[in-house]
Antibody, heavy 120, light 107 residues
């Protein structure tokens, strides 16, 4: 069964760029959409954006100016970059498969999440 | 509109039935999906599409929709169902968005 594992630095300085990678195992990244979702401590879920295996993307309008999601099909990975971070970007970051082949829809499965803290 | 409204907290007696609701204009056009999140764990999909359950989700979980309201019903709530529940939908541009979440307490 498909499993996802998010990885990256746990501490990022204010104004710098947060970079995370999600590695997909047990299945191919092809044919699906893949999303990033975050959750600030003690708060709710926020969708960040998704990427199709072909490279097309869609981002949350509230984050669009700072977000880049990319895919590396040769490594079965997709990545998130969030620029100009502030303390408000401190959150657990999750990666998840989105929908069914060729169509985004729902998130399943999810990775275990990685906590990113923005602090100097 | 890309807003989904959930009650912040709901409680249910052990073995009883509880309905968790999610309201938003997008639900008139698109199905909601529902996620269960227990403390210090990643969310888990429990309902998607037109009342579909992923493999491994007990059949006491069901979903329904009417107008601008989607509902997650747990029939015969168990202690292990105590968790936060989030609805999710999309808008006409394809953006996803979540409700604020409902904390379910099983008494």
């Amino acid at each position: 069964q498909v499993q996802l594992q998010a990885s990256g630095p746990g501490l990022v300085k204010p104004s710098e760029t947060l970079s995370l990678t999600c590695t997909v195992s047990g299945g191919s990244i092809s044919s699906y959409y893949w999303s990033w979702i975050r959750q600030p401590p003690g708060k709710g879920l926020e969708w960040i954006g998704y990427i199709y295996f072909s490279g097309s993307t869609k981002y949350n309008p509230s984050l669009k100016s700072r977000v880049t999601i990319s895919v590396d099909t040769s490594k079965n990975q997709f990545s998130l970059k969030l620029s100009s971070v502030t303390a408000a970007d401190t959150a657990m970051y999750y990666c998840a498969r989105d929908g069914v082949p060729g169509a985004p829809g729902w998130f399943d499965p999810w990775g275990q999440g990685t906590l990113v803290t923005v602090s100097s | 509109s890309s807003e989904l409204t959930q009650d912040p907290a709901v409680s249910v007696a052990l073995g009883q039935t509880v309905r968790i609701t999610c309201q938003g204009d997008s639900l008139r056009s698109y199905y909601a999906s529902w996620y269960q999140q227990k403390p210090r764990q990643a969310p888990v999909l429990v309902i998607y599409g037109q009342n579909k359950r992923p493999s491994g989700i007990p059949d006491r979980f069901s979903g329904s929709s009417s107008g601008n309201t989607a509902s997650l019903t747990i029939t015969g709530a168990q202690a292990e169902d105590e968790a936060d529940y989030y609805c999710n939908s999309r808008d006409s541009s394809g953006n996803h968005f979540f409700g604020g979440g409902t904390k379910l307490t099983v008494l």
